[in-house]
């Protein structure tokens, strides 16, 4: 861009937040330009890698209860506006079922006593269901015989993460949105000199913020991170000789992981995070794991086609929790801490930061001051920032999110 040209919104970042976020936003008339360090195809985003599972009671055995809360209400806006996408995306609500061999049967515990203290209990009564051989044989037949139980969370799904990156920007294109993309590292302050004049800036850019989101000061002075990136790694597989119907996972004391069938015989293979900041290619060891656990679970891994070995880095707050700083000032609204639950809870919290950006352009002098009545209590913080992408200090915090 060189002539200055006006929008409502500028949003930085074309990852799955600044996605949503600018088809929602253009959806309600607002005028947007999308900034993106990368190109169109969103290979930089962690939601890119991701396996896309929705699936917040099988979360809530590693997450807190505000994660589960969140993905509950997600899934429903999923469900939504998915159907209102004019671009068909995979989505499916077949439940996810939990498998593990005889000598990890301990984990189970692990994992059930979990889900019941975080999970709401009417929630696990209605979704939990647990399956002899007989009835996992049933519900997934490649499986028949390799495992003696299983338990089936029934009512969660899974969508195509990469049909729904594509679907979300060709839509909000179609819809008026502007992008600009290759822009490198920007920030708030970058816009006026790419000839962006925005009377709201949104940012999603996940880690590429991390300035913006230090902690306090420790005893030496310094900011302490409030944002660091938490390594993923992740396999793609081409099986045609695996016929899964649902996401599995696999309880294991020291690999567990999960295996999402995609269309076309895809699979995607996970496990839990590494506390890590390298962005190194995946090693030989963690491939070893994932692919030899994938095979205990279904010997015809063997013979699956390797087609990617990806690694991201997760942007993460220091409680693992989302959060939606608003400086009314400078008129900037941050969205960040997604971590690994980003396609679950994505619609959530990006809703909720649109309705901040919205009252900000209707000039609401309390954008920012949610009633402690409504959700979400805590995510939504009003800060003032020192300068445009400087780190923000709280001032008051909000605790709801706005209607």
């Given amino acids: 861009m060189t002539?200055?040209?006006?929008?409502?919104?500028?949003?930085?970042?074309?990852?799955?937040?600044?996605?949503?976020?600018?088809?929602?936003?253009?959806?309600?008339?607002?005028?947007?330009?999308?900034?993106?360090?990368?190109?169109?195809?969103?290979?930089?985003?962690?939601?890119?890698?991701?396996?896309?599972?929705?699936?917040?009671?099988?979360?809530?055995?590693?997450?807190?209860?505000?994660?589960?809360?969140?993905?509950?209400?997600?899934?429903?806006?999923?469900?939504?506006?998915?159907?209102?996408?004019?671009?068909?995306?995979?989505?499916?609500?077949?439940?996810?079922?939990?498998?593990?061999?005889?000598?990890?049967?301990?984990?189970?515990?692990?994992?059930?006593?979990?889900?019941?203290?975080?999970?709401?209990?009417?929630?696990?009564?209605?979704?939990?269901?647990?399956?002899?051989?007989?009835?996992?044989?049933?519900?997934?037949?490649?499986?028949?015989?390799?495992?003696?139980?299983?338990?089936?969370l029934q009512g969660e799904g899974q969508l195509d993460n990469?049909?729904?990156?594509?679907?979300?920007?060709?839509?909000?294109?179609?819809?008026?949105?502007?992008?600009?993309?290759?822009?490198?590292?920007?920030?708030?302050?970058?816009?006026?000199?790419?000839?962006?004049?925005?009377?709201?800036?949104?940012?999603?850019?996940?880690?590429?913020?991390?300035?913006?989101?230090?902690?306090?000061?420790?005893?030496?002075?310094?900011?302490?991170?409030?944002?660091?990136?938490?390594?993923?790694?992740?396999?793609?597989?081409?099986?045609?000789?695996?016929k899964l119907h649902r996401p599995v996972r696999l309880l294991h004391p020291r690999y567990p992981i999960y295996i999402a069938p995609k269309p076309n015989d895809l699979y995607v293979i996970g496990a839990t995070e590494l506390e890590s900041e390298d962005e190194s290619p995946m090693s030989v060891r963690s491939a070893l794991e994932l692919l030899s656990a994938a095979h205990s679970l279904h010997p015809a891994f063997g013979e699956a086609r390797v087609l990617e070995l990806n690694v991201q880095r997760r942007p993460t707050r220091p409680d693992h929790l989302p959060a939606i700083r608003v400086d009314q000032s400078a008129r900037i609204v941050r969205v960040n801490g997604l971590y690994r639950h980003g396609w679950l809870i994505a619609p959530a919290v990006t809703e909720a930061a649109c309705h901040v950006v919205r009252a900000l352009l209707d000039d609401d002098p309390a954008a920012h001051a949610v009633p402690a009545s409504l959700r979400w209590p805590g995510m939504i913080q009003a800060v003032r920032e020192t300068a445009p992408g400087l780190p923000g200090v709280l001032a008051e915090s909000g605790t709801g999110m706005l209607h």
């Fill in 162 to 242: 990469r049909g729904a990156m594509r679907a979300l920007l060709s839509c909000a294109i179609a819809e008026g949105l502007q992008c600009v993309w290759e822009a490198g590292e920007v920030d708030a302050g970058s816009l006026p000199a790419m000839g962006i004049n925005a009377s709201v800036v949104l940012d999603c850019r996940g880690l590429g913020a991390r300035s913006a989101w230090n902690g306090p000061e420790d005893g030496t002075g310094r900011a302490l991170p409030g944002l660091r990136g938490l390594r993923g790694e992740v396999v793609r597989v081409h099986a045609p000789d695996v």
């Fill in 3 to 152: 002539a200055v040209q006006s929008f409502d919104v500028a949003i930085l970042g074309a990852g799955l937040a600044g996605r949503l976020s600018a088809w929602l936003l253009v959806r309600a008339g607002a005028r947007v330009v999308l900034v993106e360090r990368g190109g169109p195809d969103g290979s930089g985003s962690a939601a890119h890698v991701a396996a896309a599972m929705l699936a917040p009671l099988a979360e809530s055995a590693i997450a807190e209860r505000r994660i589960v809360d969140l993905g509950i209400a997600s899934v429903d806006l999923w469900r939504t506006w998915l159907h209102e996408l004019p671009e068909p995306v995979f989505f499916q609500e077949d439940g996810t079922l939990v498998v593990w061999h005889a000598r990890d049967r301990s984990e189970l515990s692990l994992f059930t006593g979990r889900m019941r203290a975080v999970a709401p209990p009417e929630l696990v009564q209605q979704r939990l269901r647990t399956l002899d051989g007989k009835g996992l044989a049933e519900v997934e037949p490649e499986l028949a015989g390799r495992f003696a139980q299983g338990l089936l």
